[in-house]
């Protein structure tokens, strides 16, 4: 999801078709946000979550400025039951609050590839265990004000190679 414009704090277009996503700022300082979805319906309805990770796999980088070095820290938002109005995408999810916001934060260094993030215990009342948890990834500066495009581009979950797709790992008991 793309910012309509660099002050707006409003989302204005959503690529749901794309093999990739952005987070940082285009060129006109506009912020790129993501939504991910993932049905952790098969847990057990009376599961208790105590631990988390998201991992989400680079695909390539615009501009110079490694945003992890000017729009400081990649942070994890979550919302029960999802983001907007429907749990299908919309460009106002951009603005939509969070039942939580910044649960987690992604590691500035991947390993293996793969950059990860740890939502914290006070997280977990907010996944929904029946149907789909949306989590909204998002740089904790919008923009670096400098005009030029510097975001990085991550694998969705239309990837082809299903290796590359974000992944959510929950560790659970059962009572």
Do not use: C
């Amino acid at each position: 999801m793309l910012e309509s414009s660099e002050t707006s704090n409003h989302g204005s277009t959503i690529n749901s078709n794309s093999t990739n996503f952005s987070l940082g700022d285009d060129a006109s300082n506009s912020q790129y946000q993501k939504i991910l979805f993932f049905d952790v319906s098969a847990l057990l309805d009376n599961a208790w979550i105590v631990s988390a990770v998201l991992k989400i796999k680079k695909s390539g980088q615009v501009g110079s400025d490694d945003p992890f070095g000017t729009h400081q820290k990649l942070t994890l938002d979550i919302r029960k039951p999802y983001f907007g109005t429907a749990v299908s995408l919309a460009a106002a999810d951009f603005q939509a609050s969070a039942s939580l916001n910044s649960v987690g934060y992604f590691s500035s260094m991947p390993s293996g590839g793969w950059y990860s993030a740890n939502p914290s215990s006070s997280a977990f009342q907010w996944f929904k265990l029946t149907g789909s948890t949306q989590l909204r990834l998002r740089f904790q500066l919008d923009d670096n004000g400098d005009h030029m495009a510097d975001d990085l581009k991550f694998y969705n979950g239309n990837a082809s190679t299903l290796t590359d797709r974000p992944v959510l790992e929950i560790q659970y008991l059962v009572p």
